[in-house]
């Protein structure tokens, strides 16, 4: 009972980037800071960080925020370690900041969302199947190309007002070999989701590739995790 006391005592707010993670510790009366790599050397420097700081790592709540760029991993990894990660809904923090008199902006602050932890007990993430993620970056992949294309064809009409005619055609060899690729792409991605039914909707599917949308089974469910 005295190590889980403990445990509910101590909360960790985590703000990611491409390239770091900022920690906020709120542990009784302390409040401590940690900046560390987002890599996976980054994550086992704060299990040993929190080590260091009589603070168990089993169970201990992290708050993230999910829908950001760059958190999954970091998430995924820490819930393998045992702690109780914890996504801070928009809708949710949105409260929270209007309730503390905080302003919009303090929604990605690392000391924010370790008091969000504290105050709200947000539920625990619950980590997306290997099928949703790949999924994902079906869909990633997808939308790269897509803005290849783009880009290319926006060259086109230049290449042909300058009188660069075997650029020209050159550039829509290229462009029919994209369009190649996309469906490509898309018929692999709704293979995979009839071969997975019930997977919810990415965000990247959000008004976009309605013909794939529709397989979504799953897409009705909220969230997307």
Known sequence: MEHAIKRETAFVGIETSKLLLKAVLLSGNEVLCKVLENDVAGYRWLRS??????????????CMRLDMPYSEAPARMLADMGMVVCDAQPAQLDDYLRG??????????????????????????TPP???????????????????????????????????????????????????????????????HVKRHPGLPRPPELAGNYQRIARYSVGASLAGGH
């Open 100 to 125: 503390q008199g905080l302003p919009d902006d303090a929604a990605h602050s690392a000391v924010v969302l370790a008091n969000y932890c504290a105050h709200r007990r947000p539920a625990r993430w």
């Open 49 to 62: 960080w929190l080590q260091r700081n009589d603070v168990p790592v089993i169970g201990l709540r992290v």
């Open 129 to 191: 199947s290997p099928a949703y993620v790949e999924l994902r970056l079906w869909l990633r992949r997808l939308h790269a190309i897509e803005g290849v294309r783009q880009q290319e064809s926006a060259r086109l009409n230049v290449h042909l007002q300058a009188g660069q005619h075997a650029l020209h055609a050159l550039l829509r060899q290229q462009i029919a070999c994209l369009d190649a690729q996309i469906r490509q792409h898309e018929g692999a991605i709704l293979e």
